[in-house]
């Protein structure tokens, strides 16, 4: 559907030029050179920021299939509910390809200034695309649970608690206070804690820098497997 409308114009072409068309080069004639990044992870500013980031999403998923859903429009803001569906053919964040097919949806919210898109700003359940690629099998003997968190500690060179753990692991695949709360049975007050005990033993002061520093201390494939299990254990003696 072709809009009158300049900022509606700019989006839809955005979208298609990255998602449709898969290039990723020439953005600047879409975007601010200071544009503000909010993704899952983190928030940033740059060109190179938001190619970066597609780079990621390609190089797991070469053949994304784009699919707009609904797209509104109001004075300088533009946001679209839409859904993708591949296949994992290449690296992403520590998993080797399996060939998986996958299917997720999100949204984009586009803030425009000056015939540039200013702020640019995505919802992805990333826990959802990660357990569907995710070798995960339910465990089912402790000590094994035990022996994944005595081996993240160890990597670490730190002494970390199992709660603790736990909140790293579900952070990770980004659940939401209410469900963290409800997978381990704790309150808000307790898991605050262990949030605020947590960053600065990891040299973090927010919980969206989680993510990138599982990454980079090569730990997010353990810690995404605990996550995983937590959320699919029906047993509260394992929660």
């Excluded at 298609?16 to 601010?32: A, I, K, M, P, Y």
């Excluded at 357990?131 to 995960?136: K, L, N, P």
């Excluded at 007050?189 to 947590?198: D, G, K, L």
């Excluded at 927010?206 to 047993?235: C, P, Q, V, Y």
Aim: neutral net charge; contains cysteine; proline residues 3%.
């Amino acid at each position: 559907m072709k809009h009158r409308d300049p900022n509606a114009r700019l989006a839809r072409n955005f979208m298609e030029h990255v998602w449709l068309e898969r290039v990723q080069e020439g953005l600047d004639e879409f975007l601010s050179h200071q544009i503000l990044v909010k993704s899952p992870l983190k928030q940033s500013v740059g060109v190179d920021t938001l190619t970066n980031a597609f780079s990621v999403w390609f190089r797991g998923f070469p053949n994304l299939s784009y699919r707009e859903k609904k797209f509104n429009i109001s004075n300088d803001k533009v946001d679209i509910e839409w859904e993708v569906e591949g296949n994992h053919l290449g690296e992403f964040f520590g998993f080797s390809p399996t060939g998986k097919p996958i299917q997720y949806s999100g949204t984009t919210e586009l803030v425009m200034f000056d015939g540039r898109i200013q702020t640019y700003s995505a919802d992805v359940q990333i826990g959802a695309v990660i357990e569907q690629i995710s070798s995960h099998t339910p465990i089912v003997v402790e000590n094994v649970s035990d022996d994944i968190y005595i081996r993240l500690n160890h990597i670490l060179g730190l002494s970390l608690t199992k709660r603790q753990i736990d909140c790293l692991a579900l952070n990770c695949l980004r659940c939401d206070n209410t469900l963290i709360l409800s997978k381990l049975n704790i309150k808000y007050t307790t898991f605050r804690t262990h949030i605020e005990r947590i960053l600065p033993t990891l040299g973090l002061t927010s919980r969206k820098d989680i993510f990138d520093w599982a990454m980079s201390n090569h730990i997010l494939e353990l810690l995404i497997h605990i996550g995983l299990e937590k959320l699919h254990s029906t047993d509260p003696k394992k929660i």
